[in-house]
T-cell receptor
Framework: DGGITQSPKYLFRKEGQNVTLSCEQNLNHDAMYWYRQDPGQGLRLIYYSQIVNDFQKGDIAEGYSVSREKKESFPLTVTSAQKNPTAFYLC??????????????FGEGSRLTVL | GNSVTQMEGPVTLSEEAFLTINCTYTATGYPSLFWYVQYPGEGLQLLLKATKADDKGSNKGFEATYRKETTSFHLEKGSVQVSDSAVYFCALRLNTGFQKLVFGTGTRLLVSP
């Protein structure tokens, strides 16, 4: 089945450690996104990528890094510089520019907890 | 700038009640409008969408009409079920070039038997 797979679903991190969240899609979508969701809040955009080997900062990129070496993969690294990393992280993809509907398809999310 | 404003929740209803969740937007152009739903512990799923003024999106008994004159896209359902309990997000995307989705803060719906 086509879709977006995020892993791990739950992740625990000690302070000072970097962690990488995986996001893989087999929808052949050009664009991919990472959002952060905090309890009772909306979605905030961390990074997005329109095409392979290109990505842009979103609204809250500080303390995060990404790569886009393959079309189907867009991993997110939460670095030790992120002061409050405990959150629910959502990966999404879309067909990209020129597609009027702009529908995003989301993964199931990864919940990161800092101990 | 572009923004979406949703009514604050939680919205608490009894089963079979009528649902309205208000959504208004501000946009520099003519956006496409979306409603997404998030069930507990899951990602978001597209519920319905409308790409131009006066379009009505519908799915699973939910409806929303794109009202350009009032810049609104209110979500409605005639008879809610317990299984509709979730968080609902309104969002917009401009239709020029590559544009990110802009989300509202979400409205939690709680339906009791």
């Amino acid at each position: 089945d086509g879709g977006i797979t995020q892993s791990p679903k739950y992740l625990f991190r000690k302070e000072g450690q970097n962690v990488t969240l995986s996001c893989e899609q087999n929808l052949n979508h050009d664009a991919m996104y990472w959002y952060r969701q905090d309890p009772g809040q909306g979605l905030r955009l961390i990074y997005y990528s329109q095409i392979v080997n290109d990505f842009q900062k979103g609204d809250i990129a500080e303390g995060y890094s990404v790569s886009r070496e393959k079309k189907e993969s867009f991993p997110l690294t939460v670095t030790s510089a992120q002061k409050n990393p405990t959150a629910f992280y959502l990966c999404a993809s879309s067909l990209g520019s020129g597609r009027v509907s702009g529908e995003l398809f989301f993964g199931e999310g990864s919940r990161l907890t800092v101990l | 700038g572009n923004s979406v404003t949703q009514m604050e929740g939680p919205v608490t209803l009894s089963e079979e009640a009528f649902l309205t969740i208000n959504c208004t937007y501000t946009a520099t152009g003519y956006p496409s409008l979306f409603w997404y739903v998030q069930y507990p512990g899951e990602g978001l799923q597209l519920l319905l969408k409308a790409t131009k003024a006066d379009d009505k999106g519908s799915n699973k008994g939910f409806e929303a009409t794109y009202r350009k004159e009032t810049t609104s896209f209110h979500l409605e359902k005639g008879s809610v079920q317990v299984s509709d309990s979730a968080v609902y997000f309104c969002a917009l995307r401009l239709n020029t070039g590559f544009q990110k989705l802009v989300f509202g803060t979400g409205t939690r719906l709680l339906v009791s038997p």
